[in-house]
């Protein structure tokens, strides 16, 4: 009833206000504020806070202390609010209700400890509150709560505790309704808190007193949820956040750090916008010393780029810079945040980002070369093959495919593995249907670039290559068990570790395989099946899920052994061609051809969607033959065949080549048709359509003899008359075309190599007619006709005549590059022959290899590449490994880099193919890559610039060919290798050289060269003073035997020398202009033909002369500086000091425009170091020639080539022998022509000091025939 009382009474009765005051003074006793009853204190509670309500604003209660305990009695009352189910509950809820409305807990403003009353309220509302309690219930709340907040004087630090401590996330996870009933009272009273959260944190981060308050350690996930409620109840805490990211304490900066990346990366934050110079500082913590600083910014990244693209600008150079960072972690999540963002939106990231990602592809840490790859594959797979964001996106990404396949070319087995697993999972995966797996493996290999076909064209070989590896070591477990079996047998398990991750534990894994196969007779029925020419995809699929299964260990969860077999198993499965998959591609060309195809569509023009389908099959016909054996797939590439594009049936004919074994039999009516054909194509096709169509019946047909004699009837009549007949068309051809060439054709092309199609016909005829002579002695095989030795002359004699046999000026230097190229490659090839190797004589070598110093850069380095595939195929003799040295003399840096990786894998090839052949060892001299020593001393010792054995700068140049070869050589001291080579170069030295043994001078040049080998080698290694394991064999061909007694311990260079060598003091350079980087060569020299009758010897008559006799010099040039001037242009710009001087012979004047920078002191460089003339010599040059034309004698007709002896250099000659200067060498240095003044050639001579004219000496006569 007093409850109904107070319920009913208002404000507005002053009567009964005073009727019922001592009832409610009697109730404010003790007897009721402690009474032990609930319902009582409850019902006691709801008459107070009534009672509150009717005398508002004047509390009838005077007593403070009294006051407070009538406050702390109703806080403890509204507890009841925590169980909603109560039926109670609705007193409960009037209770809060009223005190809410009439806001009774500001009466204890008056209070001196008021802050304990609001506390003790704020903490049981925050605690009773839970997710039964309706709207009002949390709206009551709020309202009770405000209005202290509000209408106070301000917010203690407890109460503000009180508050806070519910955004903390074990709080928040606990009572997520009290975490957003503080998140919604913060936002209503944001104004008044402010001040009070701003001064907390001051006194927390800037003063460091974290004693103010329990919170102080969870000050950063606080700011984080108020940044969230409201950025502005941060508005004072953020400049205090930039001092501390500036903090000398790396963890302090760290949890800053992590702090600001949430609240710059959250979705709807504009700090950075706001707040631009905490936006920079946090920037710039992207390059903090500490590591884990630097690392927590990256990461961050990833939200920001997601959530702001606004902001990627910013980003973008910060992370270009940490993808270049030391840490390998750091890296890695560089990488993960670019693709992160990438896969979740490719316009979030711009080019520049992916272009990181695509540098890292390449990192020297495998786990983020793998996190790059595997990254971008993803991205290809979502964007290109799904096309999940358009044609647009598609393009953005589509560089992505080239650049995975090119990481085919690394030396990595790691990168190979990888690569093929992309290819099999994203770029064509095998779990799609056939033809849709065909059509994207078609148009994707339309759209390749040519270094990832050749990539791709490489993986399938190396697959294929592995699973005739398996294919061996299973033929082999049928073979009874014999030594031999067992040798071979591990020999081929050591072959296959090769080709997995790790070799070295895969060594013991593929051990452990093998013995499984051996006694599982099932296991090895299913890997033949697996490795079966007819296994189809989904056989394959079914067998190594199979073999899996059968090597798996249950009680065994990581199974490193089973993971290796994997491996195994996943590269030799034909996952994604078979006989269905032939079938299918072709379908596609048939569509292309047709006119059908989606080729537009897909990007790619029919023309080029044929010719790549084409390319496709010819490929895989090498490596899947069988699979094309059916009818329909040979009608389409006779439709192939009869197409005008002379590609696509060059191609067909291939493919019918590489798998058309069985259609003799099989297939009559596709043989039938496909015998005209052949025979119009090697009779009127192109060059290439008719030899391989000559290839394809030889390889098709049984009666190839028929077939050919059809074709060749007329060359078969006439048996023994082809060759000559050959050469007679050919001759009649070519003076043909010199008949209609005009005279002036040398003049109008000034550069060293042009485009294939503006080579004159004459050369081509002679090239081809090269070409033709050196196969049909390789199909000889012999050479009892003694035809060997006059092509070797007649190919030595255009290296030495430059290429131009006639000597007419009437063939372009591009031309004339173009032979010399193609004289040095046939010598190469024949050099393949052991017939012909062994009658090439050192001479003719060393004209060879000179070739690599070319002065027109194509030729070196087509030249470079021929020999490396020759050699690395081990068909070349090992001699011509020593090439290679010479290369230390390229001016282009890439070619030297070339040239050492050349080195680098044909000396691992040559050791690897040792060890795993043990009748290896009865060829070392052969094989053993050290025995390249001798004959690269022997090579330089005749080196054409290597005149004087005491001059320091041509040491200098010896010393670098040296060490270009040794450094490679001797970067692993294998059974004492150093003290091997050291051991042959000292042996060198007890013989004399077979070339010219009675030459002192040749033998002394060729002591002073192993003089410098041994100084290298000393001064490199200290192990070469060790005894060598064997005695080495120096090569008969090159060395005489050595006598008996004859002792040669004499110094053929100096101490001074020596030091020089070794410090590297840099040569003074001669003159300073623009650089072209061409090779110097050796000048013009007369070249003399004898009369003599031929006879069957291949050896000059002169052959003991020297090849390294001829003052030859080299330029300086300076690799740094560059100019817009090609390589091969002959007339580039130059700059020389020249003093004209008048009455000079103009046959004398170019003979020093070529030769004379020796006579001038003037120490030239054919590649090392370079120097360059510069503009104005052209106009010099030229008045020089006119005042010699005015003043001096007629100019004779052009000298013969060759090369002038050392005579020339002691200056005992006279003017009138130039006429006949000997013999010279492959290299040439570019002179001013008669015809062409000032035409110096790019980088090929230096215009020498006209003063020292007088002093210029001609050449005594020597000859070398080349005739005989």
């Known amino acids: ?110 209070l001196e400890d008021c802050n304990e009353i609001f506390i003790q309220l704020f903490r049981t509302l925050f605690s009773v509150i839970n997710n039964s309690h309706n709207k009002k219930v949390q709206m009551h709340m709020l309202d009770l709560m405000s209005s202290i907040i509000m209408e106070g004087d301000g917010v203690t630090q407890e109460l503000l505790d009180s508050i806070l401590i519910n955004l903390i996330p074990a709080h928040k996870n606990l009572n997520k309704q009290s975490f957003d009933l503080a998140k919604v009272l913060l936002k209503r009273t944001v104004q008044t808190i402010e001040a009070c959260i701003a001064n907390f944190f001051n006194q927390v981060l800037v003063l460091g007193r974290s004693s103010v308050s329990d919170l102080s350690e969870h000050v950063f996930d606080l700011i984080q949820e108020l940044f969230a409620i409201d950025p502005h109840l941060l508005l004072s805490v953020m400049p205090q956040l930039e001092f501390k990211l500036k903090s000398n304490d790396g963890e302090e900066r760290l949890a800053v750090v992590r702090l600001l990346a949430k609240l710059f990366g959250s979705k709807d934050s504009d700090l950075a916008t706001q707040n631009r110079p905490l936006w920079q500082c946090f920037l710039g913590r992207f390059n903090d010393i500490h590591v884990p600083v630097r690392l927590e910014s990256v990461k961050f990244a990833s939200h920001c780029l997601m959530n702001h693209p606004d902001l990627a600008k910013d980003l973008t150079e910060y992370l270009k810079v940490r993808s270049h960072d030391p840490e390998e972690a750091i890296r890695h999540d560089v990488i993960v945040t670019i693709i992160t963002a990438a896969k979740r939106d490719l316009a979030l990231v711009n080019d520049q980002l992916l272009g990181f990602v695509r540098e890292r592809t390449l990192d020297k840490r495998w786990r983020v070369r793998k996190e790059a790859m595997m990254g971008l594959a993803q991205l290809y797979k979502k964007y290109c093959l799904h096309g999940e964001a358009g044609k647009e996106a598609a393009e953005k990404v589509s560089w992505i495919k080239d650049k995975l396949l090119h990481i085919y070319y690394q030396n990595s087995i790691d990168d190979k593995l990888l690569v093929e697993k992309i290819f099999a999972q994203y770029l064509v995966p095998h779990n799609l249907e056939t033809e849709e797996r065909m059509k994207c493996l078609y148009y994707l290999y339309a759209s390749l670039d040519p270094n990832a076909v050749k990539a791709l064209n490489e993986m399938w070989k190396c697959q294929n290559m592995l699973r005739s590896h398996v294919r061996e070591l299973l033929d082999l477990h049928k073979q009874p068990t014999s030594e031999a079996n067992c040798s071979a047998m591990f020999g081929k398990l050591m072959t296959i570790a090769k080709n997995l991750p790790d070799p070295g534990k895969a060594q013991d894994f593929v051990k452990k395989f093998n013995q499984v196969l051996g006694d599982d007779e099932k296991l090895r029925s299913q890997l033949e099946l697996l490795i079966s020419p007819t296994c189809s995809c989904k056989q394959a699929d079914v067998c190594v899920r199979e073999i899996a299964r059968k090597l798996a260990n249950p009680k065994q969860p990581t199974n490193p052994f089973l993971e290796m077999v994997k491996f195994l198993l996943e590269r030799i499965a034909p996952v994604h061609i078979d006989s269905e998959a032939i079938s299918a591609l072709v379908k596609l060309m048939n569509k292309s051809i047709e006119g059908t195809a989606d080729d537009e569509e897909e990007g790619v023009s029919p023309d080029t969607a044929i010719r790549s389908g084409l390319e496709l099959l010819k490929v895989l016909s090498f490596t899947h033959p069988t699979s094309f054996h059916s009818a329909e797939t040979y009608e389409s590439l006779l439709q192939c065949l009869r197409m005008e594009d002379d590609k696509v049936a060059e191609a067909a004919i291939q493919i019918f080549r590489n798998t058309g074994h069985k259609i003799e039999t099989d297939l009559p009516q596709i043989r039938s048709t496909l015998i005209p054909i052949l025979h119009q194509k090697a009779k009127r096709g192109t060059p290439h359509q008719a030899k391989q169509a000559v290839h394809c019946i030889h390889a098709i047909f049984t009666n190839k003899e028929v077939q050919l004699a059809q074709i060749f009837e007329v060359y078969i009549i006439y048996g023994t008359c082809l060759f000559l007949a050959l050469l007679a068309r050919w001759s009649m051809y070519t003076q043909k075309v010199n008949f209609e060439l005009p005279s002036s054709t040398g003049e109008k092309n000034g550069k060293l190599w042009s485009p294939d199609e503006e080579v004159s016909p004459e050369v081509l005829a002679k090239v081809q007619a090269i070409k033709l002579l050196v196969r049909w002695l390789l199909g000889m ?55 012909y190797h062994e009658i090439i004589t050192p001479e003719q070598f060393q004209l060879c290899a000179l ?12 030249f470079a590449q021929k020999l490396h595939k020759a050699l690395v195929k081990l068909l070349l003799p090992l001699e011509y490994m020593a090439i290679f040295a010479l290369c230390a003399k390229d001016p282009v840096k890439e070619r030297r880099a070339h040239a050492r990786q050349c080195l680098l894998k044909n000396i691992s090839i040559r050791r690897e193919y040792i060890k795993q052949n043990p009748m290896a060892t009865e060829k070392l001299l052969s094989l053993l890559p050290e025995y390249v020593v001798p004959y690269m001393i022997h090579l330089l010792a005749h080196d054409p610039d290597f005149t004087r054995s005491q001059d320091v700068d041509q040491l200098r140049d010896i010393k670098e ?31 004399k050289d077979a070339q010219s043994p009675d030459e002192s001078k040749t033998n002394e040049k060729l002591y002073t060269v192993c003089d410098v080998a041994l100084c290298v080698i000393n001064s490199k290694s200290a192990l070469c003073n060790a005894d060598s394991p064997k005695d080495p064999v120096l090569p008969m061909k090159f060395f005489t035997q050595p006598e008996k007694d004859f002792c040669n311990d004499k110094s053929y260079i100096s101490e001074e020398t020596r030091v020089l060598l070794l410090t590297g003091k840099p040569k003074p350079a001669g003159v300073l202009g623009a650089v072209n980087k061409p090779l110097s060569a050796t000048g013009r020299k007369p070249y003399v033909r004898s009369t003599g009758a031929e006879t069957g010897s291949n050896i000059n008559v002169n052959s003991e002369l020297n090849p390294s006799t001829g003052n030859r010099s080299r330029e300086q040039s300076s690799e740094a500086v560059e100019t817009g001037v090609s390589e091969n242009e002959e007339n580039p710009v130059r700059i020389i000091s020249v003093t004209p001087v008048k009455n000079i012979d103009p046959v004398k004047n170019k003979e020093i425009s070529s030769d004379q920078t020796t006579q001038s002191n003037i120490s030239s460089d054919r590649g090392k170091k370079r120097s360059v003339a510069a503009a104005g010599t052209e106009n010099i040059q030229q008045k020089t020639d006119e005042k010699a034309d005015e003043s001096g004698p007629p100019a004779p007709s052009k000298p013969r080539r060759g090369r002038r002896p050392k005579s020339e250099s002691q200056g005992n000659a006279t003017k009138n022998d130039d006429i006949n200067k000997p013999l010279g060498k492959g290299r040439k240095r570019a002179a001013v022509s008669q015809e062409s003044p000032g035409g110096l050639e790019a980088g090929n001579a230096k215009a020498p000091k006209l003063q020292d004219v007088a002093k210029k000496a001609a050449p005594a006569e020597r000859q070398i025939d080349l005739q005989r």
């Open 1 to 110: 009833m007093v409850v109904k009382t107070f319920m009913d009474m208002d404000q507005d009765s002053e009567d009964e206000k005073q009727q019922y005051l001592p009832l409610a003074l009697h109730l404010a006793s003790e007897f009721f504020l402690r009474n032990p009853n609930k319902d009582v204190r409850l019902l006691v509670a709801c008459c107070l806070a009534d009672i509150f309500r009717i005398y508002a604003p004047e509390a009838p209660y005077t007593s403070h202390d009294k006051l407070k305990d009538i406050f702390l009695f109703i806080t403890r009352q509204l507890k009841g609010l925590e169980d909603t189910k109560s039926p109670q509950f609705n007193r409960y809820f009037y209770l809060l209700e009223n005190l809410a409305w009439v806001k009774s807990y500001n009466i204890c403003f008056e």
């Open 781 to 835: 095989k012999n050479n009892q006709s003694k035809s060997a030795n006059s092509t070797l002359r007649l190919l030595s004699a255009m290296l030495v005549s430059e290429g131009d046999l006639t000597e007419q000026k009437r063939i372009s230097k591009s031309d004339m590059s173009r032979l010399r190229l193609a004289a040095g490659s046939a010598i190469m090839k024949l050099a393949q022959e052991p017939c």
């Open 851 to 862: 070739v690599i110093n070319d002065e027109c850069y194509q030729v070196r380095q087509i």
């Open 961 to 991: 060919c040296l060490w270009f070869m040794l450094e490679v050589l001797m970067t692993k001291n294998e059974n004492n290798s150093h003290a091997f080579m050291k051991k042959m170069a000292e042996n060198i030295k007890l013989t």
